[in-house]
């Protein structure tokens, strides 16, 4: 009785792509792919149609298929809030979406959320069982959403905000990424010219019979070390890098500190300001919309800043909310965010339209995170050039003083 009781609680297996090959009525070979939990269910699905199954065997990419980003995710919300205002049932929006999906790590997850889902959990509920991919802000919204009766209207915002929030991160990865990709060109230059050029000079120069410029000295010195302790100097620096990623992760007091750092370097520290403004603007107006109560909205916004000291300062002003202080004056005890912002939001308050107004400020700091990108393009590629006129232009004038003296001392 036990063992008939667990058996039909048993959660079913989730639809997982098949490829198979058979021969149809009239003996022709066919084949074709299909979603099903197992392969006794394709043989049975295959005859029901006519077919007589030669071969089946799962496609291996399943069990692989790349890791689900947060750009996936907005693309599923978007997907997903297109077929349920069509009025598309929501476990077919599952299915449609899910045999679109080219990732099958993707796949496999929006499966597993309509099995979820056909079997009574609710959407919510379902998607707080992957964690890694929806957080918080997300699951509050689609519990809202659920809870008015207006799912596909909050799944509509959700991916309009997803959409804006990696619009803004894509924006400032694209500006930080020819400098990394210059620098990165750069080391590997200086490493090719201090391991196989500066060498020769060096043999060069033993033939001189005269004392070198001290900076040659220096540079050749460097060539020696990176050519006899290269390796281990790489080593060095990958378990340095390793054990500040390692920390990073997990120490929040460390984050906290290259947090606050971060914020402070000129050109990209008010980037990362503007980006936070924006990330809580527009999650403050997509929340309040939804009508989650403004205490509980403000814990999901302190983890959408991005940044774990506009994160404890949205902690603290939830608690000077939940005591019946406002919203403006909560924001204004911080000292963090710009006398505009705090204005527009105390405009909100007070006409009752926090959510429009807290959206004209996502609008506008968005732009301003664009506007300020660009010139930080348009600066950062003359002085990365310089940058490199200076570590390649160094190696050579290194390496032609002493020429240059033995010429002096010819003439």
């Given at each position: 009785m036990a063992t008939a009781i667990s058996a039909t609680l048993k959660t079913p297996k989730p639809d997982v792509p098949f490829l198979w090959e058979g021969r149809d009525k009239r003996g022709q070979r066919v084949k074709g792919n299909t979603m099903a939990p197992d392969?006794?269910?394709?043989?049975?699905?295959?005859?029901r149609q006519g077919i007589a199954p030669l071969r089946i065997r799962r496609k291996r990419d399943s069990l692989k298929g790349g890791k689900v980003n947060a750009a996936d995710?907005?693309?599923?919300?978007?997907?997903?809030?297109?077929?349920?205002?069509?009025?598309?049932?929501?476990?077919?929006?599952?299915?449609?979406v899910a045999s679109g999906v080219d990732k099958p790590s993707l796949r496999n997850l929006i499966l597993a959320i309509k099995t979820d889902v056909e079997s009574g959990t609710s959407l919510h509920e379902a998607l707080a069982k992957h964690p890694l991919y929806f957080d918080d802000?997300?699951?509050?919204?689609?519990?809202?959403?659920?809870?008015?009766?207006?799912?596909?209207?909050?799944?509509?915002k959700i991916a309009t905000y997803k959409e804006k929030s990696e619009a803004t991160k894509k924006k400032v990865k694209k500006a930080l990424f020819y400098p990394a990709a210059v620098l990165i060109v750069a080391a590997i230059v200086?490493?090719?010219?201090?391991?196989?050029?500066?060498?020769?000079?060096?043999?060069?120069?033993?033939?001189?019979?005269?004392?070198?410029?001290?900076?040659?000295?220096?540079?050749?010195?460097?060539?020696n070390a990176v050519r006899h302790q290269g390796i281990l100097i790489a080593i060095g620096l990958g378990i340095a890098a390793w054990v500040f990623?390692?920390?990073k992760k997990r120490s929040r007091k460390m984050r906290e500190v290259l947090d606050r750092m971060s914020l402070k370097i000129p050109i990209i520290g008010p980037i990362l300001n503007k980006a936070a403004i924006s990330r809580y603007a527009r999650t403050l107006s997509t929340m309040f919309a939804a009508g989650v109560p403004l205490v509980e909205a403000l814990e999901s916004i302190a983890g959408a800043t991005g940044n774990i000291i506009y994160e404890n300062a949205v902690l603290k002003m939830r608690d000077e909310v939940?005591?019946?202080?406002?919203?403006?004056?909560?924001?204004?005890?911080?000292?963090?965010?710009?006398?505009?912002?705090?204005?527009m939001i105390a405009v909100g308050e007070?006409?009752?339209?926090?959510?429009?107004?807290?959206?004209?400020?996502?609008?506008?700091?968005e732009a301003e995170v664009d506007n300020a990108v660009d010139a930080m393009s348009s600066?950062?590629?003359?002085?990365?050039?310089?940058?490199?006129?200076?570590?390649?232009?160094?190696?050579?004038?290194?390496?032609?003083l002493p020429i240059f003296q033995l010429g002096n001392v010819v003439h």
């Open positions: 392969e006794t269910a394709v043989r049975a699905e295959l005859r995710i907005a693309v599923f919300a978007r997907q997903l809030a297109t077929m349920l205002i069509a009025g598309i049932p929501m476990v077919q929006s599952f299915e449609i802000l997300f699951v509050n919204l689609v519990r809202a959403g659920e809870q008015a009766g207006a799912l596909d209207t909050l799944l509509d200086t490493t090719v010219l201090m391991i196989f050029v500066i060498p020769e000079f060096q043999k060069l120069f033993k033939g001189f019979g005269a004392n070198l410029p001290a900076f040659t000295m220096f540079v050749i010195h460097i060539s990623v390692y920390f939940a005591t019946g202080q406002r919203l403006q004056r909560a924001m204004e005890t911080q000292g963090i965010f710009p006398n505009m912002v705090v204005q007070e006409a009752g339209s926090l959510d429009e107004m807290a959206g004209k400020v996502a609008v506008f700091y600066l950062l590629e003359p002085l990365i050039m310089v940058i490199l006129g200076v570590i390649v232009g160094g190696l050579v004038i290194a390496m032609y």
